[in-house]
Antibody, heavy 122, light 107 residues
Framework: QVQLVQSGAEVKKPGASVKVSCKAS????????ISWVRQAPGHGLEWMGW????????SYPQKFQGRVTVTTDTSTSTAYMELRSLRSDDTAVYYC???????????????WGQGTLVTVSS | EIVMTQSPATLSVSPGERAALSCRAS??????LAWYQQKPGQAPRLLIY???TRATGIPARFSGSGSGTEFTLTISSLQSEDFAVYYC?????????FGQGTKVEIK
């Protein structure tokens, strides 16, 4: 069965960076992409970026351009999301979700990781 | 970006009753609309995609309808495990955008 297993909780100071991993299993990793979505405490869902595991193409919303980088390691079927210059309002649960293989493809996130809590506090 | 608006924010329903949740897009998203269920402490779970197609393993009491800018998720007879927060999401255009959620609570 499809599984996305994320790395554990992190506590970071303001200004630092965090890198969250998402290890995929149960499907051909390069046949899909991975999106990253976050959820601040008591809030809704916010998309942060997407990468094709097939060709490495990426897409980011304007809000996170220059502060987020998503990558993949196809040798280990693992995706990564790095967020830099952390602020207190970046405290959230970060999810990876399996998504489209190509940027032009229209597919939702059909399988999600369990989430990684990132706490930003001085 | 496309703004997704859900209503109501909270829906109080008795077990066994029907619930209808609405989602509106600020511009047409065709049928590229998904619904997710989220319970406390859990990741979102895909219920519906393509506005009306149930995802694998989703019970038939969940149904979706609509196209363009107006969408509805209907739960025909609420079970205890259905009390949760429901989000709609458009994937017609990047960036993906989500509604703010509808909480379905026990009346």
């Amino acid at each position: 069965q499809v599984q996305l297993v994320q790395s554990g909780a992190e506590v970071k100071k303001p200004g630092a960076s965090v890198k969250v991993s998402c290890k995929a299993s149960g499907y051909t990793f390069t046949s899909y992409g991975i999106s990253w979505v976050r959820q601040a405490p008591g809030h809704g869902l916010e998309w942060m970026g997407w990468i094709s595991a097939y060709n490495g193409d990426t897409s980011y919303p304007q809000k996170f351009q220059g502060r987020v980088t998503v990558t993949t390691d196809t040798s280990t079927s693992t995706a990564y999301m790095e967020l830099r210059s952390l602020r207190s309002d970046d405290t959230a649960v970060y999810y990876c979700a399996r998504g489209p293989q190509y940027e032009w493809e229209q597919k939702p996130g059909d399988n999600w990781g369990q989430g990684t809590l990132v706490t930003v506090s001085s | 970006e496309i703004v997704m608006t859900q209503s109501p924010a909270t829906l109080s329903v008795s077990p066994g009753e029907r619930a209808a949740l609405s989602c509106r897009a600020s511009q047409s998203v065709s049928s590229n609309l998904a619904w997710y269920q989220q319970k406390p402490g859990q990741a979102p779970r895909l219920l519906i995609y393509g506005a009306s197609t149930r995802a694998t393993g989703i019970p038939a009491r969940f149904s979706g309808s609509g196209s363009g800018t107006e969408f509805t998720l209907t739960i025909s007879s609420l079970q205890s495990e259905d009390f949760a927060v429901y989000y709609c999401q458009q994937y017609n255009n990047w960036p993906w955008t989500f509604g703010q959620g509808t909480k379905v609570e026990i009346k």
